[in-house]
């Protein structure tokens, strides 16, 4: 990957990682949407995330589905995969540096990473377009705010950046070829 995810970016002031400026996060979501582009030149739904500790980035992803030809490796579970790693690296408990974690993803988290998410303790999600058909963060489940006393701790949203852009590149990508895609304009009865 060519692009430098570790340079600071400019604009950088805020001490409270919880209430990102605004500046803040259209410096993690522009590298987001590298990352969603990534994906889609790669003939992956166009969704690409980063998980911010202490304004490093521990983790990135983006989704991996098709190449790994596992439904499970969305975005934000790649992510995921590398923060746990970091903290293994690093001696740091896992638990302690995920509840100080917030992620930038460009669209909603579907309701298994929305529940991922909830488990784990991350604080804060920042996201682009809305996830009509799989949505866990109120577009079809509201799992951050649900009331679900033993399923980790509620979260916070904030939502629509860029949202025209991210819907833009699903769209793409769900007009061109996916030879691994379900038919996705058949709706199945069961
Ligand atoms: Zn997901």
Redesign the pocket.
Known sequence: MGTEYEESFPGEKSTNHFQPSSEEIQGWMQRAFDMSKEALENGEVPVGCLMVYNNEILGKGRNEVNETKNATR?A??VALDQVLEWCRDNGRDSREVLDQTVLYVTVE??I??AGALRLLKIPLVVYGCKNERFGGCGSVLNIPEDELPHTGTPYKCISGYRAEEAVEMLKTFYKQENPNAPKSKVRKKD
């Open positions: 969305h934000e579970m988290p579907c298994m990473c």
